[in-house]
Antibody
Framework: VQLVQSGAEVKKPGASVRVSCKAS????????IHWVRQAPGQGLEWVGW????????NYAQKFQGRVAMTRDTSISTAYMELSRLRSDDTAVYYC??????????WGQGTLVTVSS | SSELTQDPAVSVALGQTVRITCLGD??????ASWYQQKPGQAPIIIIY???NRPSGIPDRFSGSSSGTTASLTITGAQAEDEADYYC??????????FGGGTKLTVL
C-alpha cells in the first residue's frame, strides 16, 4: 500500500489549495481516505473523510464550508481542496486510509504555507 | 466533550517502563488507539482497539483503558522509542479526535 501526495504549496491568504493523494497497492474504492493536518510544532487535527466508492464525504465542523474532498477513481486519486486560506492553515496535510485498525497507511504529507 | 488531554512531555531512563496517558469523556464509549510520530515522518499506528498491536510493532508497547483514561505503556524503553505519541478516539460529534501529543524523551 502506498499513498503519494502532491508537492509543497505556497499560497496567499484568501486563495485556495488542492492537494492530491494517489493510492496504489490496494483497491482504491475499498477504504475511506481521511485527511489530517499538523501545524508546525503542533499536534494532529482531523479534517474529514471521503468514501472513494460513493464520493460521499464528511468534514470536521471547523472546516465545513471551506473544504471539499473529491476523488477520481480512474486514477485512484483523492483530492482535498481548502479555500479562503488563512495563515493558521499553514500545516502539513496528510492523507490516510481508514482500515480495520484505524489510520492504517499515511501519505508522506504535503506542506501548505499560507503567506502574503 | 470532544477533547483528549495528554501530558506534553514525559521522560524515561533507557530500559525502564513509562506510561503515557490520555484523558477524555469519549473514552467511556470508544476505544483509544495510539500513533507514534518521529521528526519529519508521518505517524504510524502502534496500538488499536485499546490493546492490539499491528504486526511489526514490538511487544514492549501495550495499551489499556479504564473509564475516561487510556494509557500507552512502554516496558523497557529503547532509544528508538523517542518520539511523539498521540492518542486517538472517535467522538459523538466528530469522526476522529486526537490528543495534543506527548513528547517522549529516552534518557
Amino acid at each position: 500500500v502506498q499513498l503519494v501526495q502532491s508537492g509543497a504549496e505556497v499560497k496567499k491568504p484568501g486563495a485556495s489549495v488542492r492537494v492530491s493523494c494517489k493510492a496504489s497497492g490496494y483497491t482504491f474504492t475499498g477504504y475511506y481516505i481521511h485527511w489530517v493536518r499538523q501545524a508546525p510544532g503542533q499536534g494532529l487535527e482531523w479534517v474529514g473523510w471521503i468514501n472513494p466508492n460513493s464520493g460521499g464525504s464528511n468534514y470536521a465542523q471547523k472546516f465545513q464550508g471551506r473544504v471539499a474532498m473529491t476523488r477520481d477513481t480512474s486514477i485512484s486519486t483523492a483530492y482535498m481542496e481548502l479555500s479562503r486560506l488563512r495563515s493558521d492553515d499553514t500545516a502539513v496535510y496528510y492523507c490516510a486510509t481508514w482500515g480495520t485498525r484505524g489510520f492504517d497507511y499515511w501519505g508522506q504529507g504535503t506542506l501548505v504555507t499560507v503567506s502574503s | 466533550s470532544s477533547e483528549l488531554t495528554q501530558d506534553p512531555a514525559v521522560s524515561v531512563a533507557l530500559g525502564q517502563t513509562v506510561r503515557i496517558t490520555c484523558l477524555g469523556d469519549s473514552l467511556r464509549s470508544f476505544y483509544a488507539s495510539w500513533y507514534q510520530q518521529k521528526p519529519g515522518q508521518a505517524p504510524i499506528i502502534i496500538i488499536y482497539d485499546k490493546n492490539n498491536r499491528p504486526s511489526g510493532i514490538p511487544d514492549r508497547f501495550s495499551g489499556s483503558s479504564s473509564g475516561t483514561t487510556a494509557s500507552l505503556t512502554i516496558t523497557g524503553a529503547q532509544a528508538e522509542d523517542e518520539a511523539d505519541y498521540y492518542c486517538h478516539s472517535r467522538d459523538s460529534s466528530a469522526f476522529a479526535v486526537f490528543g495534543g501529543g506527548t513528547k517522549l524523551t529516552v534518557l
